[in-house]
């Protein structure tokens, strides 16, 4: 596992003052909020404030006071260290389900998660193998995640 984790792009400036809005790639905007510092380019960058803006979150970083010093970070990733990040028991980082080996409820390897996708209310899970399988992350299709032993048990249904 990697320490950090992207979690967000840094889009435009916003305001005059050296605001940046970051589009956040995380279940919730306000999960950025929690973070006092963001790495840039992996250069820790410390936060000054934080709040969510229509979806996006708009952050002012420390020793960035004006539009221009703002653009020069346009276009950046915003991530975080894995260590200071807390979850709630059960839930995971989507980067750490990627490569899980992808099994069927008789055991059988159906192929490694590809990918994820998020084109609505739940996240779909692109599995390729044989054929390209897409698995909608819910209970009622994805059993059991297991990331120390690198599988995720699904069930499917005719015409998955």
């Not at 709040?51 to 970070?73: C, N, P, Q, W």
């Not at 276009?75 to 260590?83: C, E, M, P, V």
């Not at 807390?86 to 192929?111: M, N, Q, T, Y």
Request: proline share 5%.
């Amino acid at each position: 596992m990697t320490e950090y984790l992207d979690c967000g792009q840094v889009v435009n400036t916003h305001g005059i003052r050296g605001e940046v809005r970051v589009v956040p790639w995380a279940d919730s905007p306000d999960f950025l909020c929690r973070f006092k510092t963001l790495y840039l380019e992996d250069r820790p960058v410390p936060v000054q404030s934080c709040r969510v803006h229509k979806g996006s979150v708009i952050v002012k970083f420390e020793g960035v006071d004006t539009v221009e010093a703002a653009m020069l970070l346009k276009g950046k990733t915003a991530r975080i260290r894995r260590s200071d990040a807390k979850l709630p028991e059960g839930s995971f980082f989507l980067a750490d389900v990627i490569g899980l080996d992808v099994i069927g409820e008789d055991g059988r390897k159906l192929g490694v998660l590809k990918e994820v996708l998020s084109p609505s209310v739940q996240n779909v899970y692109v599995v390729e193998g044989e054929r390209e399988i897409l698995i909608p992350a819910v209970p009622e299709f994805v059993l059991e995640t297991n990331i120390e032993g690198g599988y995720m048990k699904v069930r499917l249904i005719e015409g998955m």
